[in-house]
């Protein structure tokens, strides 16, 4: 393939079946990256994707395993840790300050005077790091989601046995690894590079791939991602030139030798395939290391050190001499320039350990089998990704950290890229060796994320987002609005540059809006009634036929979760109508109401199949006889009035009601007339001065009237008392949640939402504390300039002072704020009567 | 998170598109202060409960469902 990587001014050569670490190692690179506190270099280690060392950045993107990334001509790749450069690393003079620097020091360090934390903090952000994000907005990655009987996670000799046997019985298999999967398997169906990152309750495995997130559902998950080799810990273990047999192997697979002469530990099977791929790519051997059990495996005319121990590794930019004590007990230097370590294997179970108790989930092959039993040597890095050494872990033992959950959290290890994958078993034997009770001596607990996952697949939506769209959303856009969401809802939130202009068509003349995202239910049958009286707190007994009336929706806790409008409609039932982003909850309490308390009514949602139109303003009657036959006086059809009429040859269930406080009719037609009905209303409105009117003109209107958004300006626990709005509960009557009001009835709430007059400004107050004095009392919830008044008026709720009483002289910011009546504008309402 | 739960009307379906009604409790109550304890204090055994979960993302119908919440297994 040839081709070359950029490494800074260098190119690097490629060949096929390149990674990008083994290109690295053949240019004779041997320090991949600078650790993570003290700046020490750190070489190729594990091989395998596992540890933190060989970490780069390629072409922006920090975190690349490099040991297990393919290599791709033109990658611009950059190694981390190091400045200004890996090789010459001035920061590196960290490594000789370990006493300045204890394990835990931010903890304790930089606490007085306060401000050197704030210094301390960009100097420590600055030193470490493993590469720097990409600034700027993530987008999304895309999700999908997979069905099937077994998954089987890691494609190696055991997991294509275990799907193999799967498809075989006929399951429905898939088969991921993270990286490639050559030959796939016959019937099987094989996700290859998608990595799993974590399990679930479900079970649910989630992949992360190039392509996305991948949410799978199986019944079965089995687990063969094998197993890593043994991490050993001596002094010096973490030298560039220190490698695990897979990383020596890994190298001479791809053609690279790893070193001229080389010192192998061997202390099980696997050792002896490392040693003989090294001696095949021709490097000499110094000498083999072996337990006695395996001396006679040893290959002859091979230096043989049986039962020897490593005391250390030495060298001071890399590995120079392997240091033992022989099995006479002498101490011998060993040089070399490569010391392979092949020690034993530990299970790669982390994503097994993630699963609940009693979950179908299970480990096969090296992932299942018992690890190896190491002795852990006196100093040495036990965590190579955040540079915890063992006189680290020592430390936070005697400072009484004497659990492997609280050295984990006192020391940090386990919490780097690797995620304990090297150091976890390492930190429970600590803690057992030093007599910590079985529960403190345990492995930490595994939690998802299992490999280094981008952000964009981490804000992958894990549902279709339904974009709720009305029957005019072409012509709103036609129309040139902006349209954005408002709930599950796209809506407009203005026509124009000048929101005053809508504004103005409203209070002065007339103006339209689509409303059709309003919730809409139709309550029919027997006991529909019946319902409405029990769900409401709202008096029904008296509401005639053609009438509505204001509805309070209550839960039992006679908490306020939605307001709207109950439009008796005689013979035909009942009509109720939510907030736009109320729908879902107003439809699921009306028939939990009708389901439990065994009401023989049906509950009709007609959100969808309706739409509705808001025709508003002084004039707004006279636009609108010019497009019906029926009667639309003010006798004929009264404020609060509900009649059908026909608009514009489009049948209309019409209710006299508005948020904005004009005249106004709300015409609820079916959706698919929606387009028709608003072409002809613009139209005939054009000679009026019509022009249509978005959610920022709305909330001023509505503001200038005093009405509070539920959800907006409401918090879950208000009740009607703690938003003024009492009136709207029918005082005397059962209804759900009449018992907790009764509880309440005697004292007055703690807390209220109130009108607010503010010296100056708009919305940006909205979210402002409201002090007195100093005190935090209240918060702005909503807030305006409203034009026709000429004042900045807003909403919010305000706390009981000590005294008693509720504060009416406040501050937001440096915005003097006073308590006043709501509603601001025509509060007669005169001109909604009109 | 991959919970299921069995609705009569759609079979197994993932819990996410349910929403969660809480625990089966009577509808009313004879008088304020056992309704106070009907509202607010709910069992919340650690085993298995009685649940109301309400379909939204499909039929949209109210369900009983029994959960053990130290487990989550649901029939």
């Keep these: 393939m040839g081709g070359r990587l950029r490494l800074g001014r260098r190119r690097v050569p490629l060949d096929d079946g390149d990674t990008i670490a083994s290109a690295m190692y053949r240019a004779g690179i041997r320090t991949f990256s600078r650790s993570l506190k003290y700046h020490r270099r750190r070489g190729l280690y594990c091989g395998t994707g596992e540890c933190p060392n060989c970490l780069v950045t390629v072409d922006g993107v920090p975190g690349v395993r490099s040991c297990v990334t393919p290599a791709r001509d033109g990658m611009r790749v950059r190694r981390e840790g190091g400045w200004p450069s890996v090789e010459r690393d001035v920061l590196s003079v960290l490594d000789r300050l370990h006493a300045l620097l204890p394990v835990g020091f931010y903890y304790k360090t930089f606490i007085r005077p306060r401000w050197m934390w704030a210094m301390a903090d960009r ?108 991490h050993p810990v001596f002094p010096g273990n973490d030298l560039p030139g220190v490698m695990l047999g897979r990383a020596a192997a890994g190298l001479v697979r791809r053609g690279v030798k790893p070193g001229v002469r080389a010192v192998v530990v061997v202390e099980h099977d696997e050792g002896f395939e490392h040693l003989e791929a090294l001696r095949s790519a021709g490097v000499r051997i110094a000498a083999v290391v072996v337990p006695g059990s395996l001396g006679s495996a040893v290959p002859d005319g091979l230096r043989t050190l049986v039962g020897a121990d490593v005391l250390r590794a030495e060298g001071r930019e890399r590995v120079r001499f392997a240091v033992l004590r022989d099995a006479e007990g002498v101490t011998r230097g060993i040089g070399c320039d490569v010391f392979v370590l092949s020690t034993g294997r530990s299970p790669r179970d982390d994503l097994l350990r993630m699963s609940a108790q009693g979950e179908p989930v299970e480990a096969v092959g090296d992932a299942a ?20 050494s063992v006189a680290d872990l020592e430390r936070a033992w005697d400072e009484g950290y004497r659990s492997s959950e609280l050295l984990k959290r006192y020391t940090t290890a386990t919490m780097g890229p690797c995620q304990g994958a090297m150091c976890g078993r390492h930190l429970a034997a600590f803690a057992a060796a030093r007599g910590a009770a079985a529960n403190a001596a345990r492995r930490t607990t595994a939690r998802p994320l299992a490999r280094p996952t981008p952000l964009e697949i981490l804000a992958a939506p894990v549902h279709e987002v339904i974009d709720k769209r009305t029957s005019l959303h072409d012509l709103h856009v036609a129309a040139g609005a902006r349209v954005g969401w408002s709930g599950p809802w796209l809506r407009p939130f203005a026509y124009g540059d000048d929101p005053q202009e809508e504004y103005r068509a409203v209070r002065e003349r007339v103006s339209v809006m689509d409303v059709g995202t309003l919730g809409k239910f139709l309550l029919t049958g027997p006991d529909a009634k019946d319902l409405v009286d029990d ?62 308390c ?46 059908e009429v026909t608009v514009a040859g489009v049948p209309c269930g019409a209710i006299r009601a508005g948020f904005v406080g004009e005249v106004a009719f709300e015409l609820h037609h079916p959706r698919s007339r929606g387009p028709d009905l608003w072409r002809a209303i613009v139209e005939a409105g054009a000679p009026l001065g ?71 400004g708009g919305a940006e107050l909205r979210g402002v504390p409201l002090r007195v004095g100093a005190r935090i009392v209240g918060r702005v919830t909503s807030a305006a300039r409203s034009p026709i008044l000429d004042r900045s008026i807003g909403l919010g709720w305000i706390r009981r002072e000590p005294e008693g009483l509720f504060p009416e002289e406040l501050r937001a910011d440096r915005v003097g704020v006073r308590v006043v009546p709501t509603p601001f504008y025509d509060p007669a309402g005169d001109r909604l009567r009109g | 998170m991959a919970l299921r739960v069995p609705c009569p009307n759609c079979g197994w379906r993932p819990s996410t598109e349910f929403a969660w009604g809480g625990e089966l409790r009577p509808v009313e109550a004879p008088d304020v202060e056992s309704d106070f304890a009907r509202v607010f204090l709910p069992e919340n055994a650690a085993g298995e409960q009685a649940e109301r979960w309400f379909h939204l993302l499909g039929c949209r119908r109210w369900i009983l469902v029994q959960r053990d919440t130290t487990t989550n297994r649901v029939r």
Excluded at chain 1, 617 to 641: C, K, N, S, W, Y
């Design chain 1, 123 to 230: 100097i420590i952000r600055r030193s470490v790091g493993l590469g720097r994000l990409p600034v700027g907005p993530v987008v999304a990655g895309t999700s999908r989601h997979l069905h099937c009987d077994v998954l089987v996670v890691g494609g190696g000799e055991s997991g294509r046995a275990a799907a193999v046997s799967a498809a075989a019985r006929g399951e429905r298999t898939v088969l991921c690894d993270e990286g490639e999967v050559p030959d796939p398997p016959e019937g099987v169906e094989v996700l290859a590079r998608h990595a799993a990152i974590g399990t679930y309750e479900g079970p649910m495995v989630s992949l992360a791939s190039g392509e996305g997130l991948v949410e799978v559902h199986p019944e079965r998950v089995m687990i063969a991602t094998g197993a890593t080799e043994l």
């Design chain 1, 369 to 388: 089998a018992a690890a190896s039993p190491k002795e852990m040597s006196t100093a040495g890095y036990v965590c190579l990704c955040e540079d915890v």
């Design chain 1, 535 to 596: 769900a409401f707190p709202t008096r029904v007994d008296d509401l005639a036929p053609g009438r509505a009336r204001y509805l309070l929706a209550l839960d039992e806790a006679g908490y306020v979760f939605d307001d709207g409008l109950l439009c008796s409609l005689g013979a035909e039932g009942w009509y109720v109508t939510s907030t736009s982003g109320g729908a879902d909850r107003m439809e699921g309490w009306l028939r939990d109401r009708a389901d439990r």
């Design chain 1, 598 to 643: 065994g009401f023989r009514a049906h509950v009709v949602d007609l959100t969808a199949e309706r739409g509705a139109t808001l025709v508003a303003g002084p004039l707004a009657r006279e636009l609108l006889v010019g497009l019906t036959d029926d009667p639309i006086d003010r006798e004929a059809f009264p404020h609060m009035g509900v009649r």
């Design chain 1, 690 to 760: 019509l022009a249509p009117h978005g959610l920022d003109a709305l909330e001023v209107l509505r503001l200038e009237k005093g009405h509070p958004y539920v959800g907006q300006d409401t918090l879950p626990d208000d009740t009607p008392a703690k938003l003024g709005l009492e009136w709207a509960v029918h005082a005397g009557k059962r209804f759900a949640g009449s018992h907790a009001l009764e509880r309440l009835a005697g004292s007055s709430p703690e807390r209220r939402l109130v009108g607010l007059e503010f010296d100056r």
